[in-house]
């Protein structure tokens, strides 16, 4: 299958500070990359569609000035948690779909970043 | 009513015997249906997906969709120990701008 490469795959930072996380798409193009968070026990929250070459779209309820989104080439999306507090803790995981395939809706998945923010 | 419902669980299956997990959807329209399976701390891996009616089969997995009943399920034969991990049931509509919606999970638990 794909491969989705999320780096890193944890981080420990201090409230206040920002965090950037990288997302790239190994060995296919991808023009669409999504952005999800996890809660412990919970299901995934996506958070927001990242389109290359324009702007984010964000689920309700997040806030695209906290999680500022980069998709700047087919292979690389960055999601950057600016002023992070304790409740940005969480578990966030980056997807890639497959475009040019022949369905175009499979998501394959990054490792996940385990953000701590003390 | 959330838009894909599975049961949290923690479904308890013996090591050997077939585990059974459930997956109802709201919207009539979807047309992709995925099963992930999600070991704690990792994040989800796509170990099947179907777009049709009937059954998927793919070594000890199948898939089984009905879409009049809005109902996809996935079937583990031989269940091994490492199989105990969340299972996510996801759908997705016809459009490819789709998203993916994802239930919140159930937990296997497979004993030795």
């Known amino acids: 299958g794909a491969v989705v490469s999320q780096h890193p795959s944890w981080v420990i930072c201090k409230s206040g500070t920002s965090v950037k996380i990288e997302c790239r798409s190994l060995d296919f193009q991808a023009t669409t990359m999504f952005w999800y968070r996890q809660f412990p026990k919970q299901s995934l929250m996506l958070m927001a569609t990242s389109n290359e070459g324009s702007k984010a779209t964000y689920e309700q309820g997040v806030e695209k000035d906290k999680f500022l989104i980069n998709h700047a080439s087919l292979t690389l999306s960055t999601l950057t948690v600016t002023s992070a507090h304790p409740e940005d803790s969480s578990f966030y995981i980056c997807s890639a779909r497959v475009t040019g395939s022949l369905y175009d809706t499979e998501a394959f998945f990054g490792q996940g970043t385990r953000l701590t923010v003390v | ?112």
């Open chain 2, 1 to 112: 009513q959330k838009e894909v419902e599975q049961n949290s669980g923690p479904l308890s299956v013996p090591e050997g015997a077939i585990a059974s997990l459930n997956c109802t959807y709201s919207d009539r329209g979807s047309q992709s249906f995925f099963w992930y399976r999600q070991y704690s701390g990792k994040s989800p891996e796509l170990i099947m997906f179907i777009y049709s009616n009937g059954d998927k089969e793919d070594g000890r997995f199948t898939a089984q969709l009905n879409k009049a009943s809005q109902y996809v399920s996935l079937l583990i034969r031989d269940s091994q120990p490492s199989d105990s991990a969340t299972y996510l049931c996801a759908v997705k509509g016809y459009s490819s701008a789709s998203k993916i919606i994802f239930g919140s999970g159930t937990r296997l638990s497979i004993r030795p």
